[in-house]
């Protein structure tokens, strides 16, 4: 299993972007997936996650900010980003595999830099 996440870029302070996350042998549509982010030097921040049943959830700081979204016909999870703050600055991973939190396939992350 192999995700991919792609849309990592640099904006200025209140920009938007969008993040994507595809995988390979792997299909989305009956799994959890998640958003994580990290800065160098500090822990793994869970960002939000997408339920099989299609349900969502956010951590406290984005919430209201991001949206994530599933299409099943491109097998693809998105994170929408907008409104976005220099704390947003970090190494973007989907997740997916098992129940979340407990997920066993990562991807290897996409740059955001706001400034």
């Known amino acids: 299993v192999q995700l991919v996440e792609s849309g990592g870029g640099s904006v200025e302070v209140g920009g938007s972007l969008k993040l994507s996350c595809t995988a390979s042998?792997?299909?989305?549509?009956?799994?959890?997936v998640g958003w994580y982010r990290q800065v160098p030097d500090t822990a793994c921040e869970w960002v939000s996650t997408?339920?099989?049943?299609?349900?969502?959830l956010y951590e406290d700081p984005v919430k209201g900010r991001f949206t994530i979204s599933r299409d099943n016909a491109k097998n693809t999870v998105y994170l929408q980003m907008n409104s976005l703050k220099s704390e947003d600055t970090a190494l973007y991973y989907c997740?997916?595999?098992?129940?979340?939190?407990?997920?066993?396939?990562w991807g290897q992350g996409t740059q955001v830099t706001v400034s």
């Open positions: 042998e792997f299909t989305f549509v009956d799994s959890d």
């Open positions: 997740a997916t595999g098992g129940s979340w939190p407990d997920f066993g396939y």
């Open positions: 997408i339920k099989s049943d299609g349900s969502t």
